[in-house]
């Protein structure tokens, strides 16, 4: 931009004047004071006219009379085509009201052609308005501009931005606040966070925030609150002074971001840190009990057992300390099992195996199953039954069902020293509700709702009176919402508790396998049939050996999987196999295809220390019609056996 004011500037005047000797004068005034001038001289109204339309002039010089113009029209002219244009009138004939007229017009100063000299004091003069006008404008301009950028800025953050003033009112609120909570910034305009309804307890903490600033003049931040529509959500400001030239801070302007995201992560980090600490506990509790609960089996046992190798041991302590020994493995294998169990709940591959059940039958053999311990106990047991037989015929899973049950009486006898428990099941609104109740020692009412949790004991001192592992229940339920029901339970501390679960009620059509005749097997029919015990441990066929000698039957061992097939190839006679499934060569899953593939119709079943849903279903696939899990109960082996080699 050209600076008007350098000595160095050539300044381009447009001068209306009609005499050339006053033209002359002028300009050599304007030379002689120093300014370096193109002037364009022009005569009348359409010159001058065309002059300002076509060109752009630092100045113009008017003179007041000429004939058919004069300065009040040029100077109307040369408002409307260049109103910035400094407009100075050169006259020698004017009067003073006259010249106040031409200035209240607009012209900026007016010469009287006998006093010239003040010419060029004026033009400085208007010159140096010029400049001051521009800059003005160029920072108004500037203004106008930061002023749309702050807005744009303010207006579009998500951060709510509030200017207060020294009595705490509001004097600027953003947009963001009526997304928040809804209310339009004007009606926060003027009002105080108090005014404006906000909790006595906000209110404090922003006024203390505030005033803090106003009197320290420094920053402050805050966490505040506001309860909306969508809940509570968390703040954190920043406040900051804002000062006059003078240095007072007479506004605070504060910046407020939504953290509710992050205070909820917090929230739930230090949730999730809480129950890791106490998962952590519980496990360590866990291992402490599960540790007792196998030494205490294992002790027995390993004494026990060195006492018998004793010759001179009478027969009726033998006899005893056998019963120990086990009883110890039961309650060492019951451990075991609860463990695996809670492991493929975990992992989510417990499967549930549902067929053809008698409720009736179930409930029966628990109730003799567990009736000599209550006897023991002094505990009196009892069953009810609702459905008759027919219809106690249902879909479920049997051995899941018996577990829980088995769990729940068991529970119910290890926390009553005396008076009754009782059990049974009803059929209600298509569900089979089951229940077990106790008149024993109750459960904490703050307690109720945890010992559903994996190795949660009421008791938890290291002075236990009650074993078990924590486990039972928690494998229950998992087991019971497996078969589509739900557990819970009532209690009341030293009265008693009463368990419930329910299962669906699907009902069959009966079928022939009734319970009267599963496992009436005649003895004598066995004497021609042959057994293939595939095992590969020795001790494992030995012990097989002993379990089957009450049974008439031709055995039969191979070593591995390969020599079971070539055995089975070779010896037609075969009636049935028993078919370990981890051997070396190969093992019992492919020995299995491979064998029912000659001989489909031959029965094999699976025995082995796999335990869990899975690997009895893998067998099943592979083409067993049945499994058996090791360590064998006595009773259940040889009914198997004889269920199937009666075929
Ligand atoms: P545990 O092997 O310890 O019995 P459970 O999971 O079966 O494990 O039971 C968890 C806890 O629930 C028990 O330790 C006991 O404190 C409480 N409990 C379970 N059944 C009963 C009951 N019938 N009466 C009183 N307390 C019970």
């Known amino acids: 931009m050209k600076n008007l004011l350098d000595t160095k500037t050539i300044l381009s005047i447009l001068y209306l004047e009609d005499s050339q000797q006053d033209f002359e004068i002028i300009q050599e005034l304007l030379i002689d004071a120093g300014y370096r001038v193109s002037i364009d001289r022009v005569e009348n109204e359409k010159e001058f006219v065309s002059s300002l339309l076509r060109q752009s002039f630092d100045i113009i010089l008017s003179d007041f009379n000429l004939p ?15 109103p910035e244009v400094p407009f100075i009138v050169v006259s020698g004939t004017i009067g003073e009201v006259t010249a106040i007229e031409l200035i209240k017009l607009g012209a900026d100063d007016y010469i009287l052609k006998d006093k010239p000299e003040r010419l060029p004091y004026a033009i400085n003069r208007a010159l140096e308005e010029v400049i001051a006008k521009k800059a003005l404008k160029l920072s108004e301009k500037e203004l106008r501009k930061s002023e749309i950028m702050y807005r744009t800025l303010t207006e579009n953050i998500p951060d709510i931005v509030t200017r207060f003033d020294t009595n705490l009112r509001h004097i600027y609120i953003n947009s963001a606040i009526e997304k928040i909570i809804g209310t339009p ?23 203390e925030q505030l005033l803090h600033v106003f009197k320290t003049a420094k920053q402050r931040k805050i966490e ?14 920043l406040a900051v002074p804002e ?16 953290i509710t995201e992050r205070k909820k992560s917090e929230v739930e980090l230090i949730k ?50 056998t019963d120990i020994i086990v009883q110890s493995s039961n309650q060492l294998l019951a451990i075991i099992t609860d463990i695996i169990s809670v492991a493929t709940i975990e992992a989510g591959q417990a499967k549930t195996n549902e067929k053809e059940t008698n409720l009736n039958t179930i409930c029966k053999l628990l109730n003799e199953q567990y009736k000599l311990k209550a006897q023991e106990q002094n505990v009196f047991m009892s069953l009810k039954t609702n459905l008759s037989d027919n219809d106690a015929l249902v879909i479920t899973d049997e051995i899941k069902l018996t577990e ?48 559903f949790t994996r190795f949660r004991q009421v008791e938890t001192t290291s002075s236990r009176q009650f074993g078990g592992s924590g486990l039972g229940l928690s494998i229950s339920k998992a087991y019971v919402e497996l078969l589509g029901g739900q557990m819970w339970v009532t209690s009341e501390l030293n009265k008693g508790s009463v368990f419930y ?5 699907k009902k069959t059509i009966p079928s022939n396998l009734s319970i009267n005749h599963v496992n009436s097997i005649n003895k004598e029919s066995n004497k021609s049939k042959t057994l293939l015990v595939a095992e590969d441990v020795d001790s494992n066929f030995v012990l097989l050996e002993v379990l089957l000698s009450g049974i008439e039957l031709n055995l039969i061992r191979a070593k591995n999987g390969l020599e079971a097939v070539d055995i089975c190839k070779s010896n037609p006679q075969i009636d049935l ?71």
């Open 272 to 321: 999730a840190k809480e129950k890791a600490e106490e998962s952590d506990n519980l496990k360590t509790a866990f291992l402490h009990n599960i540790s007792h609960e196998i030494r205490t089996p294992m002790n027995a046992i390993v004494g026990f057992s060195s006492f018998l190798n004793d010759p001179d041991l009478p027969s009726e302590q033998r006899q005893n300390f």
């Open 224 to 237: 505040f609150s506001f309860l909306t529509s969508g809940g509570v959500r968390y703040f954190s400001s």
């Open 185 to 207: 910034p004007h009606s926060f305009i003027g009002k105080t966070n108090e005014e404006l309804g906000m909790p006595t307890e906000q209110v404090s903490i922003w006024n």
């Open 68 to 82: 058919g113009y004069d300065a009040f029209s040029a100077l109307r002219k040369s408002i409307e085509i260049c």
């Open 243 to 258: 000062f006059s030239k003078d240095g007072k801070v007479v506004s605070v302007l504060s910046v407020a971001r939504d």
């Open 501 to 505: 679960f329910t299962i669906p009620y």
């Open 577 to 647: 196999v028993l078919m370990d499934i981890k051997m070396p060569v190969m093992d019992g899953y492919e020995a299995t295809q491979q064998i029912i593939e000659f001989r489909p119709d031959l029965p094999i079943i699976a025995q082995t220390a796999f335990y869990t849903e899975n690997d009895r279903s893998k067998a099943i696939e592979c083409g067993c019609i049945d499994f058996i899990s090791k360590p064998f109960n006595r009773e259940s082996f040889i009914s198997k056996i004889k269920q199937h080699i009666s075929k």
């Open 404 to 451: 829980i049950l088995a769990n729940l009486i068991g529970n119910a006898l290890k926390f009553t020293q005396q008076g009754t428990v009782e059990f049974g099941y009803s059929l209600e609104q298509n569900a089979l509700k089951f229940y077990v109740e106790d008149t024993g020692i109750g459960i904490p009412p703050e307690l109720i709702s945890e010992i």
